[in-house]
């Protein structure tokens, strides 16, 4: 049993470019979690996807961020026209509803970098 | 609101000494969840232990024991005889009874000195 995966490791963009990541949850994990963790504190939420569906989206996720979850197996995130302040770790998590400890496992995380 | 707070921000010990890391939280649900996690310098979050509110037992799990009090709202983390490999950043995270996401607190970095 694989865990999360997550592409890329790294990303360095200039400002104004447009990114994805990817990530490839734990393949029996119908719910998908996306966090951001800035140096020196802790992940914040962003949003999660419960298989398709979007259930909950956080006010730091802007109009200029997107999430899929197109067939309820990976994720992408994506960021239109980024921001040195997007500079992060995104991280992605995954679970099982339903189960008896659901508990979220994380993937490696993407780090960004927008110069 | 809910919030978890880890005051100690850095903690510096020597090998084989006990080392006990501090979590309070605030919530109004009355069914929620707490967990440890624990992240080395590869950047992976790992995932230590997970509580329900209705569970205040205490828990060890080799050299790793977790001290949960209600009247407290803390949730404490202690290493026994530690080790450098336990080295790392280590993050409380609280979830409530109608939403999965996890609040975390801003990390403690432990640093075991051989």
């Known amino acids: 049993d694989t865990g999360v995966s997550q592409n890329p490791r790294h990303k360095i963009t200039k400002r104004g470019q447009n990114v994805t990541f990817r990530c490839d949850p734990i393949s029996e994990h119908n719910r998908l979690y996306w966090y951001r963790q800035t140096l020196g504190q802790g992940p914040e939420f962003l949003t999660y996807f419960q298989n398709e569906a979007q259930l909950e989206k956080s006010r730091l996720l802007s109009d200029r961020f997107s999430a899929e979850r197109p067939k309820g197996s990976f994720s992408t995130l994506e960021i239109q026209r980024t921001e040195q302040g997007d500079s992060a770790m995104y991280l992605c998590?995954?679970?099982?509803?339903?189960?008896?400890?659901?508990?979220?496992?994380f993937g490696p995380g993407t780090r960004l970098t927008v110069l | 609101a809910q919030k978890v707070t880890q005051a100690q921000t850095e903690i510096s010990v020597v090998e084989k000494e006990d080392v006990t890391l501090d979590c309070v939280y605030e919530?109004?649900?009355?069914?929620?969840?707490l967990f440890w996690y624990k992240q080395p310098p590869s950047g992976e979050l790992v995932f230590l232990i997970r509580?329900?509110?209705?569970?205040?037992q205490n828990e060890i799990s080799g050299r790793y024991s977790w001290n949960f009090q209600k009247s407290t709202s803390s949730f404490n983390f202690t290493i026994t005889a530690s080790q450098v490999v336990d080295s790392a950043v280590y993050f409380c995270a609280l979830s409530g009874y109608n939403t999965d996401k996890l609040i975390f607190g801003t990390g403690t970095r432990l640093q075991v000195f051989p």
């Open positions: 998590a995954s679970s099982l509803a339903g189960a008896p400890v659901d508990t979220q496992y």
């Open positions: 919530t109004r649900d009355t069914t929620y969840y």
């Open positions: 509580r329900n509110s209705f569970d205040e």
